[in-house]
């Protein structure tokens, strides 16, 4: 019996932010968090159908991605960046992602600043987009993550007129089709790493 996720032929993402031991937010997931999901999807045989984003460029992230390409280098993964954050205290800089990239991980935009699109104008939004786009070009970046999954249809038709980024990425939970608007689960201290591999085999 292959997993819904096999038999649908459909991937899922997730999403995390800072792994810690020290929990300063529900978004902040110890390590052991992270090798408990890696046990998880490699026990269910799906480990190659999940993308494993971290957002915001938290300098935990180096650890993080070396940890999963020892355990796991099936699972492909997304660094989600806001500009204005690297280089601050706890962050990443730049010069930290080039290795990353040339080691196989994505880059996404994630704004200049982290900011509710849904609630800024065309102007703001297109300047946000093209920000990204522009400082993360050489990194490939096709993809722009909204800052904390804020977005409504005018900032998805404004990207599609510019023809900015190819895919667009909420925390909107769903399966991955290949859509351009990229469902992800967020992952936060209030579920279990247990739960949160559970619910890839759900669609919605
Ligand atoms: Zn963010």
């Known amino acids: 019996m292959s ?3 096999i038999e649908a032929d459909v991937r ?11 929990p300063s937010s529900i978004y902040t997931l110890p390590m052991s968090y992270l090798v408990a999901i890696i046990d998880g999807l490699q026990a269910q045989g799906i480990a ?3 993308r494993i984003y971290f957002d915001d460029g938290y300098a935990s992230v180096l650890e993080a991605v070396q940890t999963l390409r020892t355990r796991a280098p099936e699972i492909e993964i ?12 706890g962050r990443i ?3 930290d992602i080039d290795p990353l990239y040339d080691a196989g991980v994505g880059i996404a935009g994630h704004g200049r600043e982290h900011l ?16 990204s786009r522009d400082a993360l070009a050489r990194y490939g970046a096709d993809e722009f993550v909204f800052p904390y999954g804020s977005y409504d249809d005018r900032v998805v038709d404004l990207n ?4 900015l980024f190819k895919v667009m990425t909420t ?6 089709h290949g859509q351009a608007l990229r469902p992800r689960l967020m992952a936060t201290t209030e579920m279990t790493a247990g739960e949160v591999v559970a619910r890839l085999a759900s669609p919605d």
Request: aromatic share 6%.
């Open 3 to 5: 997993h819904p996720l």
């Open 12 to 22: 899922a993402n997730l999403c995390l932010h800072d792994i810690a031991d020290d």
């Open 48 to 50: 190659d159908r999940v």
């Open 78 to 89: 997304v660094l989600a960046l806001t500009l204005e954050f690297l280089g601050q205290p």
């Open 93 to 95: 800089v730049w010069s």
């Open 116 to 131: 509710h699109m849904a609630e800024l104008s065309d102007e703001q939004n297109l300047a946000q987009l093209v920000a």
């Open 160 to 163: 599609d007129r510019h023809q």
């Open 171 to 176: 925390i909107d939970y769903g399966w991955d």
